[in-house]
Each structure stands twice: as C-alpha cells, then as structure tokens.
C-alpha cells in the first residue's frame, strides 16, 4: 500500500483505531525500506462533548505535520440534510474536507483507520438492507484519480486495537462521536449481532475474511489481500 515517495495523509479522529494507525504509521516510517512523508488531519464536527483539540500538543510531540479543521456539521445537517443519518452525511463530509486538505497540501495518499470489524458490518449492513454486496475496499483511487486511499488495518480485529490503544496509553477521545453515541445506531446493531454469533462460531471473521476477498482486493495492486 505504501510506496517510495508516498506523502501520507492520516485522516485522525482521536479514536482508538486512528490512533493505533498513526503509531503504526510512525513505526513504519523509522523502519520500513521504503521513505514516505506522514501527517494527519482531524476534522472537528464541533459537536457538543466532542474535544478533539488536545490531539494538537500530541501530535507537536509526535513531530508529525497536522492540520486541524473545524465546521458546524449539525448546523449543516440542518439545512442540507435529506433523508440521509447523520452519521452518513458526516461521513461524507469529514472525507470531502480530507481530500481538500490533501490536495492544498499536496499529499498523494489519504490513510483511514477501518479495521476488520468495521468491514464485517458494512458487509452485512449492505447484504441486509440494500441487497448489494459492498464493504469498504484496502486501496483504490478516487473518482478522480489524484487520491490514492489505503487501509492497513483491513485485517486487524477491533479488540486488537482497542487493547494496543490501552497498553500503549494512547491519548484516546473518549466518545469519539457523541451524536453516534447518544442512541443505538444500524452498526451498532450489526456489531451486537456479529459478537454473538462469533461466540457461536470462533471462525466468524475469518470466513467472512475469505468471503469479502473480491470485493477488498487491492485495485492497486491486481491481487488478493491474502492470509491467515
């Protein structure tokens, strides 16, 4: 996914799965062969409880470049939301910002923080309620070409993150998303559901591993994202 030359754009909520990304993105940086530049950028929804802000001082300690962008998106929501969640149009907000800052700034390639779990219940989400086999892909190109998107953490677990996280002692925003939080949302749903059939099924995610292959293969690279 990460090329000689690469100028990485870590998009950074303050959650523990974005946080666990840019200490591996760091890692990799001091001991990967090949050289790549590394930011990071947190958009601010500016929703109340939400305080995104201390991530400055980690980042300036961190030495890694950041860019901090806040807008009223329950303001926005208001006026320009139609028929769609919030967290959907948050989304697409938050990923419209991301790709403005890498194009002003001039960074090739926007890295997000999904992991295994998130692609299990948008696999299932999409089978459930649209008929449609979809989840979120490893690497591709925008629509417009000039974007590479990556996800390294396609097959790692979310308990995996949230124990590094925990062990690590990293400076996680509590309630990442407070308006997410507030009430019981599709995902979450999912999420239950998939906890309880993997006490069924200790195997659950690496099926659902295999059975996701063809739509997370890397478009980048012609190839499946294989292994145990």
């Not at 958009?43 to 980690?58: A, M, N, Q, R, T």
């Not at 969640?85 to 403005?100: M, N, P, Q, V, W």
């Not at 925990?166 to 599709?186: G, H, M, R």
Request: charged fraction near 25%; proline fraction near 6%; hydrophobic fraction near 40%.
């Amino acid at each position: 996914m990460i090329r000689e030359g690469d100028r990485i754009l870590l998009g950074l909520s303050g959650g523990k799965d974005s946080l666990t990304l840019l200490a591996v993105l760091k890692h990799l940086q001091r001991h990967a062969p090949v050289k790549f530049e590394l930011a990071a950028c947190t958009v601010d929804p500016e929703i109340p409880g939400f305080d995104p802000s201390p991530l400055k001082d980690y980042l300036a300690k961190l030495g890694v470049p950041y860019f901090y962008h806040g807008e009223d998106f329950i303001a926005q929501a208001e006026q320009q939301m139609k028929g769609d969640s919030f967290c959907s149009f948050c989304a697409r907000k938050k990923r419209g910002i991301l790709y403005t800052v890498c194009r002003r700034e001039g960074y090739n390639v926007l890295a997000l923080a999904q992991h295994l779990d998130d692609l299990a219940e948008s696999f299932l989400m999409s089978a459930f309620h649209s008929g449609d086999l979809r989840t979120m892909k490893a690497h591709y190109l925008n629509n417009e070409g000039d974007i590479r998107i990556i996800r390294p953490l396609v097959r790692v677990r979310e308990n995996q993150c949230r124990a590094f996280a925990e062990q690590a002692n990293l400076p996680v925003i509590p309630d990442n998303c407070p308006a997410c939080y507030s009430k019981p949302t599709e995902r979450e749903h999912f999420k239950q559901l998939l906890h309880a059939e993997e006490q069924r099924n200790p195997h659950l995610f690496a099926n659902l591993w295999r059975a996701m292959q063809p739509l997370i293969a890397d478009d980048n690279q012609g190839g499946r994202l294989l292994g145990g």
